[in-house]
């Protein structure tokens, strides 16, 4: 066994992570996510949805370099994401929720939907695939992506959806 299908998908999510492609991921990755969504969306980084996003980036930061950065030198490499935040995030689905999510909703806004006001409408397919293509998703792979998102077959994918499929992808079983 050289390279498996799991140490392949596990590169691909490191690599989603790591924005900036420069082998680690750090606080700098999330803000360049964060900022890069607002420009594909066209929102002010001083907008309310514009710092909700740049909230939610910090927070996602905080909690993976909590789970993940092992020596506490605000570095995730790859060997800390593979042996502590993907382990410990398989072993506990919820719990990557739990941290992504304030980013996940922020960006649904932003994405132009009201996604979790009390089961609002929802981010369309399209939209979402923007987003997921931002993150660093290839352009066919994330639309896909963002039509199995959306579970119901509604054309709207709100933020139940979208939460489940990171912790899902994130979370991958070997
Ligand atoms: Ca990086
Ligand atoms: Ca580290």
């Keep these: 066994?050289?390279?498996?299908?799991?140490?392949?998908?596990?590169a691909a999510r490191f690599a989603g992570f790591d924005q900036d492609g420069n082998g680690y991921i750090d606080r700098e990755d999330f803000m360049a996510a964060a900022k890069a969504?607002?420009?594909e969306f066209g929102t002010a980084a001083r907008s309310d949805k514009g710092q909700a996003l740049y909230v939610g980036a910090e927070a996602f930061w905080q909690g993976m370099a909590g789970i993940?950065?092992?020596d506490g030198d605000q570095r995730i490499t790859r060997e800390e994401f593979v042996n502590?935040?993907?382990?410990?995030?398989?072993?506990n689905p919820?719990?990557?929720?739990?941290?992504?999510?304030?980013?996940?909703?922020?960006?649904?806004?932003?994405?132009g939907g009201d996604a979790g006001a009390g089961g609002g409408a929802g981010v369309g397919v399209d939209d979402t695939a923007r987003v997921?293509?931002?993150?660093?998703?290839?352009?066919?792979?994330?639309?896909?992506a963002a039509a199995q998102l959306d579970a119901d077959?509604?054309?709207?994918?709100?933020e139940e959806e979208i939460v489940s499929a990171f912790a899902r992808y994130f979370t991958v079983p070997e």
């Design 1 to 10: 066994m050289v390279t498996s299908e799991y140490e392949r998908r596990i």
């Design 153 to 158: 077959g509604d054309g709207r994918i709100d």
């Design 68 to 70: 993940a950065d092992r």
């Design 84 to 91: 502590g935040a993907v382990k410990r995030l398989r072993d």
């Design 37 to 39: 969504l607002l420009a």
């Design 94 to 111: 919820d719990r990557f929720a739990e941290i992504a999510r304030p980013f996940l909703h922020a960006a649904l806004a932003v994405a």
């Design 132 to 144: 997921l293509r931002v993150l660093g998703v290839d352009g066919d792979v994330a639309a896909q």
